[in-house]
C-alpha cells in the first residue's frame, strides 16, 4: 500500500505501541533532526521496508548520501539506480544525479485509457497525469503518441506546450491542434505540422 510503517508510535493513553510511518499518498516525507539522532537511520530504514516490499522492477531508489556516507550500504540493492556519495569526485556524481534526465515514452495513450477504465487504472492514470505535468520542473519529461486528438485527457492537454499534427483519421480533428483540415500535413508518412494552439 501507500503507508510505510517503517517506525513504531507510542499511544500512551492505551499504553501500547503501534506501528508507525508514512503515508506515501500523502505527500513527501522531511526528516529533521541534528545528526546521530536517528535521521539518517530512518532514511535506510524506508529504503529498505520499500525494498522488502517491492520488487526490484517495481521501485527504483535514487541515494544521494551528503552524510557521512552511512547510506552507502543502500547501494548494494537490486532497486537502487543510482547511489552517489559525498568525498572525492563525489560532487561531479551529484550534479550529475541532480541533473539526471528521464525521459517516458508512451506509445498509444488512446490504448492505454481503454485498457485502464477500471477505478484502480483511473487512480494509476490520473498518477500519470500529475507526473505529465510536474515532471519538467523535476527532469522528468514524457513523450506521448495517441491516434485519437479528441481523446486526449484535458489535465495533458493543458499542460502541453509542443503538440505535433500527423495523418488523422478526420481532418476536422486538426481543429484540436488549432488547425483547418487545409493545414493538414500531406499524407506522407513522417510528415507533420506543428499546432497552433
Not at 517491492?54 to 557521512?68: E, F, N, R, S, W
Not at 505535433?164 to 483540415?181: I, N, Q, V
Amino acid at each position: 500500500g501507500e503507508q510505510v510503517n517503517f517506525a513504531v508510535s507510542d499511544d500512551p493513553d492505551r499504553q501500547r505501541q503501534i506501528p508507525g510511518g508514512w503515508d506515501m499518498a500523502g505527500g513527501n516525507l522531511m526528516l529533521v533532526g541534528i545528526p546521530g539522532f536517528g535521521t539518517t537511520t530512518a532514511c535506510a530504514t524506508v529504503a529498505l521496508t520499500l525494498a522488502q516490499h517491492y520488487a526490484p522492477k517495481d521501485l527504483d531508489l535514487i541515494v544521494l548520501d551528503m552524510g557521512a556516507r552511512d547510506l552507502e550500504p543502500l547501494e548494494k540493492l537490486p532497486h537502487t539506480s543510482a547511489y552517489v556519495g559525498s568525498g572525492a569526485g563525489g560532487r561531479e556524481k551529484q550534479m550529475r544525479l541532480l541533473r539526471f534526465l528521464m525521459v517516458v515514452i508512451i506509445d498509444g495513450l488512446a490504448a492505454l485509457r481503454d485498457e485502464y477504465q477500471d477505478f484502480e487504472g483511473m487512480a494509476l492514470l490520473e498518477g500519470m497525469y500529475r507526473a505529465y505535468a510536474d515532471g519538467p520542473d523535476l527532469n522528468m519529461h514524457f513523450v506521448i503518441t495517441t491516434s485519437r486528438a479528441r481523446a486526449i485527457p484535458s489535465a495533458i492537454d493543458e499542460v502541453t506546450t509542443q503538440k505535433w499534427m500527423f495523418r488523422l483519421a478526420d481532418p476536422y480533428d486538426y481543429s484540436t491542434g488549432g488547425l483547418k483540415p487545409a493545414e493538414a500535413p500531406s499524407p506522407v508518412p513522417g510528415r507533420c505540422v506543428p499546432s497552433v494552439t
